[in-house]
């Protein structure tokens, strides 16, 4: 990181509210029109600043950003608090004493010889009840 933009980004908690808006219309080229904590408005203009002298997200990034965006709005992402995993990874799991072993291919899973499109469909062979893929095979953390 430059000398200077690390500089900016040290001083930026030092500055008063008031100073932190004024340089959030000159970063942004228009005013905050709602109120945010202090702290949000240091990481946006960090960020901002980082963007501007580093660059920002490649388009296919932003690509990827507004389909997701989109599927949340739409309530079509079912699949989007699942991580994407590279082929030929190995997910093991220990279930009533039996190991288990799935390998992701390029069509989904495959579970003792058998391709599978899902891990929950996998999931439910194993333990006889609906349960979810990622969160069986602990790709995601249970929130409830």
């Known amino acids: 990181m430059s000398n200077d933009i690390a500089k900016q980004l040290e001083c930026l908690p030092q500055l ?3 100073e932190l808006l004024s340089l959030w219309n000159e970063v942004f080229g228009h005013p905050l029109h709602c109120r945010a904590h ?10 901002r600043l980082q963007e501007q002298t580093y660059g920002g997200l490649s388009a296919n990034t932003r690509k990827q950003l507004r389909k997701i965006a989109t599927e949340i709005e739409t309530g079509s992402g079912a699949g989007l608090d699942v991580p994407r995993i590279k082929l030929g990874t190995r997910l093991v799991r220990e279930w009533n004493g039996d190991t288990h072993e799935v390998t992701v ?3 989904g899973f495959a579970y ?7 891990l929950s469909e996998i999931a439910r062979l194993i333990t006889g009840t609906r349960w ?5 095979f602990g790709l ?5």
Not at 132 to 136: A, D
Not at 140 to 144: K, L, W
């Open 16 to 18: 008063t509210r008031a």
């Open 38 to 47: 202090k702290d949000f408005l240091i990481s946006c203009i960090a960020y």
């Open 105 to 107: 291919i390029t069509e």
């Open 112 to 118: 003792r010889g058998q391709p599978y499109r899902s």
């Open 132 to 136: 979810s893929g990622p969160l069986f």
């Open 140 to 144: 995601r953390v249970s929130h409830g």
